[in-house]
């Protein structure tokens, strides 16, 4: 297979085109990619395990800190399964709100990927106006729950804080605004033609491959596959709002950007109705510290596709095991196949449109090469004065208190 | 005698070239800036860049041809500031002149492009190699194109001398409106010649890095900026010699004035391709400069043999 024209590209660990480490080996024959392999574990951070050590409460922070952008979503994916457990009636404002602040963080989200999107493509116009306007979302979130990221939401039985009829009619106000600037942005791509150039026909994944390979999320849903938690095994306040699941039949980069411009349009409505129709009522039950044993499968749409978390508890304070599976474990299967038979050119943009994750996704560590040992913090510093001896800096001399 | 070392060196020579490269640097940033939404740096940021990179630590790779390596940018600037000498400024009349000067400064002007890909090609990492070889990929895309627009003004000027040129269309006022197409398809092809979005195919950052730049750094890197750089000034004021030849014979200063504008327009196109337009691949750069581009040309060359036909008969 192997000929003496190739060329083996590693893209990553490190790469301008990637925002977190991972790493794909690629093999070119001229500007083609004749075979790509996919490697993780750059990023493993033992969250399911710390998990195992820490109460329920506890847990939960730690969850959230899964993920930087879908982390409302990884929090009430977990919080979800242990109300189950514990067999916790939510109060439906609690409800509400939860789905208030996951579709804001969807918009996010979505816009956040538009402009990586379009700075992969070198578009780099369309990253600045997508982020300008990002910001509004994001001090939105900021004054429903005092924190851009990582918005701590959630609670055992309920949310922590409450929408107030003033700050309702600032996310209204807002949304109008955001609402004009993606119908603005949905021309864009739907008009420019050196970006439906490098869009269309690229990272075709056809709607049979979508679902062999498990894609999820709107990476499956742009192939024509019909699914969404939110309709399909409704959470949160889901089962009582109006809204369509978007699809597209392109099955490509492009038909991955119009299912998520269209469920921009889409969270909109939901806020709006959820904010409308937001009932009144208590934002927490008293929920038990230890939770009755039992395991429990808990699903959640997060922005980039299915969320599943699976905990387990023995009756402690602390669960027993906490496994949870990010939409990118699921959708990276399908990135070899859309990379088949395209230019290397095409490999940002093809990753980058299943909206990869990888911190979210790693779970183990694999060592590679001869060198074996480990270094402390002195080792550490003792080698870097070494390396830097001999490129002719002396930093033997110097005394730091560390 | 020393007027021509003043001339070359310091104006309208080299300080001024570099001086006007840097200026343009600023200007195409703040204008892609406030296209973009944003502030934009401020005006002493393309020479601070200079600055810092010229006292960084200049690493080579191991197993690099060091020779050719470090070469190729002092190469790529020299080329590029010995072209500036023989395109009129702002008289009818360059520094230099000799009948065939055009071509000599065409080919002067691919010199860039092929120390780039000689200097990512012999610094033996994959990123550069696959950039080298998509600069030189991208210079059969655009060179012809370029050369046939250049040649139909030529062709009706009836000179292979850039100051005969200019002289002409200074003595046939009005005759340039004749080549705006020739006008519109090198100024596509110019945004190939400086790797410009869309064409900056060969340094997609996403893609190969920085392209043939990956392993450069410090002053080789300052070197390799530079000719951008001038490139930008050198090959607007190409431009604006060939297809804008205007307001020539006029007090020295307004000229000077006049010249500037030109290269601020040529600056200002080129940031609004950058700020409007993706990075196409490179099969569909090629495919659009053979297809549209090269076939535009030919129609411009065909438009002044009639014109030259009608004007010599």
Same mark, same amino acid.
């Given at each position: 297979?192997?000929?003496?024209?190739?060329?083996?590209?590693?893209?990553?660990?490190?790469?301008?085109?990637?925002?977190?480490?991972?790493?794909?080996?690629?093999?070119?024959?001229?500007?083609?990619?004749?075979?790509?392999?996919?490697?993780?574990?750059?990023?493993?951070?033992?969250?399911?395990?710390?998990?195992?050590?820490?109460?329920?409460?506890?847990?939960?922070?730690?969850?959230?800190?899964?993920?930087?952008?879908?982390?409302?979503?990884?929090?009430?994916?977990?919080?979800?399964?242990?109300?189950?457990?514990?067999?916790?009636?939510?109060?439906?404002?609690?409800?509400?709100?939860?789905?208030?602040?996951?579709?804001?963080?969807?918009?996010?989200?979505?816009?956040?990927?538009?402009?990586?999107?379009?700075?992969?493509?070198?578009?780099?116009?369309?990253?600045?106006?997508?982020?300008?306007?990002?910001?509004?979302?994001?001090?939105?979130?900021?004054?429903?729950?005092?924190?851009?990221?990582?918005?701590?939401?959630?609670?055992?039985?309920?949310?922590?804080?409450?929408?107030?009829?003033?700050?309702?009619?600032?996310?209204?106000?807002?949304?109008?605004?955001?609402?004009?600037?993606?119908?603005?942005?949905?021309?864009?791509?739907?008009?420019? @033609? =050196? *970006?439906?150039?490098?869009?269309?026909?690229?990272?075709? #994944?056809?709607?049979?491959?979508?679902?062999? $390979?498990?894609? /999820?999320?709107?990476?499956?849903?742009?192939?024509?596959?019909?699914?969404?938690?939110?309709?399909?095994?409704?959470?949160?306040?889901?089962?009582?709002?109006?809204?369509?699941?978007?699809?597209?039949?392109?099955?490509?980069?492009?038909?991955?950007?119009?299912?998520?411009?269209?469920?921009?349009?889409?969270?909109?409505?939901?806020?709006?109705?959820?904010?409308?129709?937001?009932?009144?009522?208590?934002?927490?039950?008293?929920?038990?510290?230890?939770?009755?044993?039992?395991?429990?499968?808990?699903?959640?749409?997060?922005?980039?596709?299915?969320?599943?978390?699976?905990?387990?508890?023995?009756?402690?304070?602390?669960?027993?095991?906490?496994?949870?599976?990010? @939409? =990118? *474990?699921?959708?990276?299967?399908?990135?070899?196949?859309? #990379?088949?038979?395209?230019?290397?050119?095409? $490999?940002?943009? /093809?990753?980058?449109?299943?909206?990869?994750?990888?911190?979210?996704?790693?779970?183990?560590?694999?060592?590679?090469?001869?060198?074996?040992?480990?270094?402390?913090?002195?080792?550490?510093?003792?080698?870097?004065?070494?390396?830097?001896?001999?490129?002719?800096?002396?930093?033997?001399?110097?005394?730091?208190?560390? | 005698?020393?007027?021509?070392?003043?001339?070359?060196?310091?104006?309208?020579?080299?300080?001024?070239?570099?001086?006007?490269?840097?200026?343009?640097?600023?200007?195409?940033?703040?204008?892609?800036?406030?296209?973009?939404?944003?502030?934009?740096?401020?005006?002493?940021?393309?020479?601070?860049?200079?600055?810092?990179?010229?006292?960084?630590?200049?690493?080579?790779?191991?197993?690099?041809?060091?020779?050719?390596?470090?070469?190729?940018?002092?190469?790529?600037?020299a080329a590029t500031i010995t072209a500036f000498f023989y395109i009129p400024l702002w008289g009818a009349n360059a520094l230099f002149s000799f009948n065939g000067d055009?071509?000599?400064?065409?080919?002067?002007?691919?010199?860039?492009?092929?120390?780039?890909?000689?200097?990512?090609?012999?610094?033996?990492?994959?990123?550069?190699?696959?950039?080298?070889?998509?600069?030189?990929?991208?210079?059969?895309?655009?060179?012809?194109?370029?050369?046939?627009?250049?040649?139909?003004?030529?062709?009706?000027?009836?000179?292979?001398?850039?100051?005969?040129?200019?002289?002409?269309?200074?003595?046939?006022?009005?005759?340039?409106?004749?080549?705006?197409?020739?006008f519109g398809v090198a100024l596509v092809t110019l945004l190939g010649k400086l790797e410009k979005v869309p064409f900056d195919i060969a340094e997609a950052e996403t893609?190969?890095?920085?392209?043939?730049?990956?392993?450069?750094?410090?002053?080789?890197?300052?070197?390799?900026?530079?000719?951008?750089?001038?490139?930008?000034?050198?090959?607007?004021?190409?431009?604006?010699?060939?297809?804008?030849?205007?307001?020539?014979?006029?007090?020295?200063?307004?000229?000077?004035?006049?010249?500037?504008?030109?290269?601020?327009?040529?600056?200002?196109?080129?940031?609004?391709?950058?700020?409007?337009?993706?990075?196409?691949?490179?099969?569909?750069?090629?495919?659009?400069?053979?297809?549209?581009?090269?076939?535009?040309?030919?129609?411009?060359?065909?438009?002044?043999?009639?014109?030259?036909?009608?004007?010599?008969?």
């Open positions: 297979m192997f000929e003496p024209d190739d060329v083996k590209i590693p893209i990553g660990p490190q790469h301008p085109a990637l925002k977190e480490p991972e790493s794909f080996l690629l093999t070119l024959r001229g500007e083609k990619i004749t075979s790509a392999s996919v490697k993780l574990g750059y990023n493993h951070r033992g969250i399911e395990k710390a998990c195992e050590g820490r109460n329920y409460t506890q847990a939960l922070y730690l969850i959230e800190r899964v993920c930087g952008i879908c982390s409302h979503s990884h929090s009430s994916a977990f919080i979800q399964a242990v109300e189950e457990l514990a067999g916790l009636e939510v109060p439906k404002r609690a409800r509400y709100l939860r789905t208030i602040v996951g579709e804001l963080e969807r918009v996010h989200s979505h816009l956040l990927w538009l402009g990586v999107a379009g700075h992969e493509v070198g578009f780099d116009t369309l990253l600045m106006y997508t982020w300008r306007d990002r910001e509004i979302v994001m001090d939105l979130l900021a004054r429903i729950s005092g924190n851009r990221v990582n918005y701590a939401m959630n609670t055992l039985g309920g949310v922590r804080r409450d929408i107030g009829k003033e700050l309702a009619g600032d996310i209204l106000k807002a949304l109008d605004t955001l609402e004009e600037r993606t119908k603005y942005y949905a021309g864009i791509a739907t008009s420019e @033609p =050196t *970006l439906i150039d490098r869009l269309s026909k690229v990272g075709y #994944l056809s709607p049979e491959d979508a679902v062999t $390979l498990g894609a /999820v999320g709107p990476t499956s849903r742009a192939s024509g596959v019909d699914q969404d938690v939110r309709r399909d095994d409704p959470y949160a306040a889901y089962g009582e709002l109006d809204f369509k699941v978007v699809t597209d039949n392109h099955c490509d980069v492009y038909g991955r950007t119009l299912v998520r411009v269209g469920e921009l349009m889409e969270a909109y409505k939901i806020v709006r109705q959820a904010l409308r129709e937001l009932p009144d009522g208590p934002l927490t039950v008293k929920a038990p510290r230890r939770i009755p044993a039992g395991e429990v499968l808990s699903r959640y749409e997060a922005p980039r596709g299915e969320d599943v978390h699976y905990v387990r508890a023995n009756g402690t304070e602390n669960p027993e095991r906490v496994k949870l599976r990010a @939409p =990118t *474990l699921a959708n990276l299967q399908a990135v070899s196949k859309m #990379l088949e038979d395209r230019y290397l050119a095409d $490999l940002p943009i /093809v990753v980058a449109a299943i909206d990869p994750c990888f911190s979210c996704t790693d779970r183990l560590i694999t060592v590679t090469g001869d060198q074996e040992g480990t270094m402390n913090w002195e080792d550490l510093r003792r080698y870097s004065i070494d390396w830097y001896k001999n490129k002719g800096v002396d930093f033997s001399r110097m005394k730091i208190k560390l | 005698m020393i007027m021509s070392l003043f001339q070359i060196f310091i104006f309208p020579g080299m300080l001024f070239l570099l001086v006007a490269g840097l200026a343009a640097e600023y200007i195409d940033r703040n204008l892609v800036a406030r296209f973009q939404n944003r502030v934009g740096p401020p005006w002493f940021q393309p020479l601070a860049d200079i600055i810092k990179l010229a006292g960084k630590e200049n690493v080579t790779v191991v197993g690099s041809d060091l020779q050719i390596f470090r070469l190729m940018p002092a190469i790529a600037l055009l071509i000599v400064v065409l080919y002067l002007l691919i010199i860039p492009s092929l120390t780039f890909f000689l200097g990512g090609w012999y610094s033996r990492s994959v990123y550069s190699m696959i950039g080298a070889v998509r600069a030189l990929i991208q210079l059969f895309a655009y060179e012809v194109p370029l050369f046939l627009a250049i040649l139909a003004p030529a062709l009706l000027a009836n000179t292979w001398s850039l100051s005969g040129l200019t002289a002409f269309y200074a003595a046939h006022p009005g005759l340039w409106l004749v080549n705006l197409l020739g893609e190969v890095v920085a392209g043939p730049f990956t392993e450069y750094s410090g002053q080789r890197l300052a070197f390799l900026r530079l000719t951008m750089n001038v490139e930008t000034i050198v090959a607007s004021a190409l431009l604006a010699a060939v297809f804008l030849p205007f307001g020539l014979n006029v007090y020295p200063a307004l000229g000077l004035v006049i010249f500037l504008i030109k290269i601020f327009f040529i600056v200002f196109l080129v940031a609004l391709a950058r700020s409007l337009l993706a990075r196409l691949r490179l099969d569909q750069m090629i495919e659009f400069c053979w297809k549209y581009l090269a076939p535009l040309a030919f129609l411009q060359l065909l438009l002044n043999l009639i014109v030259k036909g009608a004007l010599y008969r």
